[in-house]
């Protein structure tokens, strides 16, 4: 039997790999705890909180007069029979979370399977990208609100115009920041890749795709920003459920703890989003992460 | 796999074309740059012959047009006028510019190893985009490369994990796994401290003493040039064309202790001496330095 390398090495290598990917991990979690940082953190909420408390519950100073304030805010959230409706054991609070969670998760993946092909062509093909960038950025500064009148006559029903404003800004963060990507990869990667013999689609696949990966990335996030954003104000202007929708709804019932439950609510959702895509990033490009030693 | 005639080869290499010599014949290159219609002459008619397997060292001033001669070999872009030569086959001339490939494979100025491939799917990268081995195969002969040039710790660590020295040593056993004809390196230890520098220098004479491929080496290190180098071309101020040549007789396998060496003293004044007046020119015609 000759001696084969690669039988041998090829297992140990990508178990070398996941070992340390998740020893990284635990030491960053372990370390959470021990640093400052968390303390600060928590700090600074505790503080915020209470001078919500003291300007709205305490002083009841003039401009603040009508604002809920945190104690009835959480007596509310966590009521189990809420005077308003919302609370953590009402379904109808959760319904509200799945309807705006489901037309995000359409919206950005919609956005996502669009944008970032469509910029990752218009970097790798120059004649593509002369075509096209002119109307991005025309189309790209108008306000996602004034597209609101055309939403409902392109689309049917109620549904359809929500995910489409939604879609819209992520879309158009999704495809700049994959187009920058691209444009962003040093020359000499490329001439690399053409000197190691590779034909197009190699450099497309193996040098364009991961070059752009970081850039793609924060345009993820921001994508992930703009969607939350268009969504609320869609559900606001029509819709029946959704967190957009609940804080409109709360604020004519004159049910004003809701709205802070669904703002708060907004908050935590987007940005669990924002943390999803995060690590979905870090484990896609395991080269940017620095190991922790 | 244990054939005595390839030899010079690593023990993973088994390219499908059989590799030439590697003989590149410079003749009359002009390269005038035309950035928004200013003539700017980079190359003028030069000429030299590299002969195959020879370590050839072009050392001048910063902004000579060194890399410009690399590129049109490399063929990154075309030439003005004149033609080179591999192996007797027109590579590029005022109406053809070469085409990249495998058989002139380049060591760039600031490092291209891909940051998102570990070190070895870097190694692996060649082989396996030109088809010429199945991903095990290309696997395997990586695995050998990096152990015959003593970097097999390493395989699999990203290159921002690894010293800017060991990066040098990984794009320079990614350019061999291809078994090229030439090797071309522009500048490739520039950024290196002096002592990694040092180190890195060394790596390269092994891997050139194991291969005996053709090497256009540009370097504006005078030291490095007749430490590495068996032949050793002076540029003249831009435009560029041959000043001087000189061939290093000092013996192989060198090590640092060569530098002590008389005859690399007297090889080094002889050095100095042709460049010193083109620094001057170059000086005093205020060239801006560049990179
Ligand atoms: N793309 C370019 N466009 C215009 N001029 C260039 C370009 N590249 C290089 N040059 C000019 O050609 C000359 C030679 O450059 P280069 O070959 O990079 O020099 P070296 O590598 O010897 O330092 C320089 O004066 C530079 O200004
Ligand atoms: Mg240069």
């Known amino acids: 039997m000759e001696y084969d390398p690669a039988s041998e090495s090829a297992p140990d290598i990508s178990g070398r790999g996941r070992s340390r990917g998740f020893s990284a991990l635990r030491y960053k979690f372990e370390n959470l705890f021990k640093s400052r940082d968390l303390y600060l953190g928590l700090f600074g909420i505790i503080a915020f909180v209470g001078t919500w408390h003291l300007l709205t519950g305490v002083l009841t100073l003039p401009r603040f007069e009508k604002l809920p304030n945190p104690v009835a805010v959480l007596t509310e959230f966590t009521s189990r029979h809420p005077v308003f409706g919302t609370s953590i054991y009402a379904p109808q609070y959760y319904l509200h979370i799945l309807w705006s969670v489901w037309r995000i998760i359409e919206a950005f993946f919609l956005a996502t399977l669009l944008g970032v092909p469509i910029g990752l062509f218009m970097g790798w093909k120059k004649v593509f990208k002369d075509y096209t960038f002119p109307i991005l950025e025309m189309l790209r500064p108008i306000p996602v609100l004034a597209w609101v009148p055309l939403a409902i006559l392109m689309w049917p029903g109620r549904e359809a115009p929500i995910i489409f404003l939604a879609f819209l800004a992520s879309f158009f963060a999704t495809i700049l920041n994959t187009l920058l990507g691209v444009e962003s990869i040093d020359e000499s990667y490329f001439r690399a890749a053409r000197c190691l013999g590779s034909r197009p689609r190699h450099i497309f696949f193996r040098v364009v795709i991961p070059g752009a990966l970081p850039f793609i990335f924060t345009g993820l996030q921001i994508g992930m920003g703009v969607a939350w954003f268009s969504l609320v104000a869609a559900e606001m202007l029509s819709g029946e459920y959704g967190l957009g929708y609940l804080v409109w709804d709360s604020y004519v019932l004159i049910q004003y703890p809701v709205i802070i439950i669904a703002m708060v609510t907004m908050g935590v959702t987007g940005f669990l989003f924002s943390l999803l895509i995060r690590m979905v990033g870090n484990a896609l490009m395991r080269w940017t992460v620095r190991e922790a030693t | ?291």
Not at chain 2, 101 to 123: E, S
Not at chain 2, 173 to 194: G, H, Q, T, V
Request: glycine share 8%; proline share 4%; net charge neutral.
């Open chain 2, 1 to 291: 796999m244990t054939d005595k005639s390839s030899t010079k080869k690593f023990a993973g290499t088994n390219s499908a074309a059989p590799s030439g010599d590697g003989r590149i014949e410079i003749s009359n290159v002009t390269k005038i740059y035309d950035p928004g219609g200013v003539n700017v002459c980079a190359v003028s008619d030069c000429s030299f012959d590299i002969e195959a397997g020879e370590f050839c060292v072009v050392v001048g001033p910063s902004g000579c047009g060194k890399t410009t001669l690399l590129n049109a070999i490399a063929g990154f872009h075309s030439i003005s006028d004149g033609e080179i030569r591999l192996d007797g086959d027109v590579l590029c001339s005022a109406t053809k510019m070469a085409e990249p490939g495998a058989d002139r494979m380049v060591v760039f100025q600031n490092g291209a190893l891909f940051p998102w491939c570990t070190v070895l799917k870097n190694v692996m990268y060649g082989p396996s985009v030109q088809g010429r081995m199945t991903s095990h195969q290309a696997r395997a002969a990586a695995l050998d490369i990096l152990r015959e040039l003593g970097l097999s710790e390493i395989g699999d660590a990203y290159p921002n994990e690894i010293s800017s020295g060991m990066r040098r040593r990984v794009e320079i056993a990614r350019a061999l796994i291809n078994d090229p004809k030439a090797l071309l390196l522009d500048e490739p230890f520039r950024a290196l401290d002096a002592l990694t520098k040092g180190v890195a220098q060394e790596f390269l004479l092994q891997a050139y003493d194991r291969m005996k491929k053709t090497v256009f080496f540009i370097t504006h290190d005078l030291e490095e040039a007749l430490f590495l180098g068996t032949k050793v071309v002076i540029m003249t101020t831009r435009p560029c064309r041959v000043r001087k040549m000189i061939t290093v007789d000092l013996p192989r396998p060198r090590t640092y202790k060569v530098r002590s060496s008389k005859r690399y003293l007297e090889l080094k004044r002889e050095v100095f001496d042709a460049v010193h007046e083109e620094a001057l020119k170059a000086f005093k015609a205020g060239e801006r330095e560049l990179a």
